[in-house]
């Protein structure tokens, strides 16, 4: 089910779909539908348009974002534990519409950290497997954990899981073994729809602590959200994928 998901998400990103079409519509074009051949063209065209502009991303991105909207850590309520899941969308710049700004970044570590030091919770679990080679990102966000001043014996490492529901099924089980019950669940705002329904589908009691929204209008006067933009139209792959996750997380039961 994993692969038939990533097939979708890869399938629906707007340059992806817009050359299949394009070549469909060649394909008709010498099958002499000329009427159909100009349709499927259209159609490839305008989805990549479509997702070019910031008014997209905003309108459809941003309504994920803000089902559960972000609380600073002195709104948020104390727990057994802080759960991050391992992930960078958008290379957590603060605004998906600028450019990366090392200063402005925003990771799900720094947010994590922030809690823990705000005395949310004791323990810190990192959740997440290698994406390349043999370092995991659990260790990677352990790390850097450290290097915000959060004790190595503070921090459990989940370092087996390659979704969102194994980031889920393995925690829960860490939180057992440790009898823990309670956590702040940490992700991109934009992922927290997907993480929250897995973890309480699976009895979890999670109180969800997103970074900050990324998909937000950025305060230049000069910005219009209905100019194609190539940063929204690379970064739109993320709020598809989340998407075709939901549904089919939904399809599979795996969601609460």
Not at 138 to 164: W, Y
Not at 182 to 200: G, Q
Not at 218 to 223: A, I, N, V
Not at 233 to 238: G, I
Request: aromatic content about 8%; glycine content about 4%; hydrophobic content about 45%.
């Amino acid at each position: 089910m994993h692969a038939v998901s990533s097939f979708l998400a890869q399938l629906v990103i707007p340059l992806n779909l817009s050359i299949a079409l394009l070549v469909m519509a060649v394909a008709l074009f010498l099958l002499r539908q000329r009427k159909t051949a100009l349709t499927t063209a259209i159609l490839g065209i305008s989805w990549s348009v479509f997702w070019s502009l910031p008014a997209a991303s905003l309108w459809i991105g941003g309504g994920l974002e803000q089902r559960y909207p972000y609380r600073s850590p002195e709104q948020l309520p104390p727990a057994q534990a802080i759960v991050v899941l391992g992930g960078n969308t958008a290379n957590n710049r603060d605004n998906w519409f600028e450019p990366y700004d090392s200063l402005t970044a925003r990771s799900r570590v720094d947010a994590a950290a922030a809690l823990y030091h705000a005395d949310k919770a004791p323990v810190v679990i990192v959740s997440g497997a290698a994406l390349e080679g043999n370092v995991s990102e659990a260790r990677i966000m352990s790390s850097a954990l450290r290097q915000h001043q959060v004790p190595e014996q503070a921090i459990l490492l989940e370092d087996s899981s390659d979704t969102t529901r194994e980031n889920g099924f393995y925690t829960v089980q860490l939180l057992r073994e440790h009898e823990l019950s309670h956590v702040l669940l940490v992700t991109s705002a934009l992922h927290m729809p997907r993480a929250m329904a897995v973890f309480r589908r699976l009895g979890v009691n999670a109180t969800p602590a997103p970074v900050h929204p990324q998909i937000v209008r950025p305060r230049r006067p000069d910005y219009s959200i209905w100019m194609p933009d190539l940063r929204a139209l690379n970064a739109s792959r993320s709020i598809i994928k989340e998407y075709v996750g939901l549904l089919v997380y939904w399809m599979r039961g795996w969601t609460a």
